[in-house]
């Protein structure tokens, strides 16, 4: 599918951009994704369930497929992502006595077969899909019966200091949905008995250039595809960050909303060619 070519909010070729050239320093800014993942993993723990497939969906560096080998040792491990280089830097970090295998595919639109895969782990993916509902069809599609599926995602009250310092002008902060949509869309999608819950987490900063850094770093500046396309002059953004810095140190406030559903064994449409996530081979190096 050609990235500009669905009715997202986000343009994915921007997305893929972004995310390619933050790869190699991303693990240095991820404190979010890394609060998260292991929020995500510690959910995960105790939940008896027999995996022997489990696709690390929007997998950036690799630290979840990591941490999913450690726990689930039989299982194989379908690290996918939308970036190269955000796979050729998880591949550097593969260990060599994992069963883990690289693809890069889109989340909506994946190349492995229905009913193929035991769990589905995304970690802050959804932030980063136009549409939700087309990810959330495409899960219940691959995923077997009883199989899981584990995502966080960002709530609504997310960066909204950021959103209130730029007054209305123009699209610049992408906006979450809250976790009755993302349950509603879950249960269209043919998953079941979603369970969702909210944790907070304020990020702080001395200067707004560290927070916008640190967005350049982890490649989370504006994707929207109706943003501006004309250069932002130098007294808007002084008057945004003037906004952010009126209050002194930069607090920005994330909602954080974690989530799992199962499987009911959604069959792929007719003439759709997939094929079983088992029989990817490992990427060379």
Known sequence: ???????????LRDVRRRFDR????????????STTREGLLTRLAPMLIDARTIVDLGCATGAASRGLSRQFRRAHIVSIDLSHQMLRQAQRRRSFFGRRSMLQANATALPLAGQSVDVVFANLLLPWIGDPATLFTEVARVLRNEGLF???????????????????????????LDMHDIGDAAVS????????DVDRLRVSYEKPQALFDDLTAMGGRNSLRNRSRSLLG????????????????????????????????????????????????????
């Not at 933050?22 to 994704?33: P, R, Y």
């Not at 909204?160 to 610049?172: F, I, V």
């Open 1 to 11: 599918m050609n990235p500009t070519d669905d009715n997202s909010l986000l343009n």
């Open 22 to 33: 933050a790869a190699t320093g991303f693990d240095t800014v991820d404190f979010v994704h």
């Open 150 to 176: 584990v995502f966080s995602a960002l709530g609504p009250d997310s960066l909204s200091q950021l959103r209130q310092a730029w007054k209305g002008d123009g699209a610049h902060v992408n906006r979450f």
């Open 189 to 196: 999608s043919g998953l079941r008995n979603p369970v969702l």
């Open 234 to 285: 130098r007294g808007r953004f002084e008057a945004m960050t003037a906004a952010l810095a009126e209050r002194g140190t930069l607090a920005l406030d994330l909602e954080l909303i974690y989530g799992h559903c199962w499987g009911s064994g959604m069959r792929p449409d007719d003439g759709e060619v997939r094929i079983d996530a088992v029989q990817i081979g490992h990427r060379g190096r």
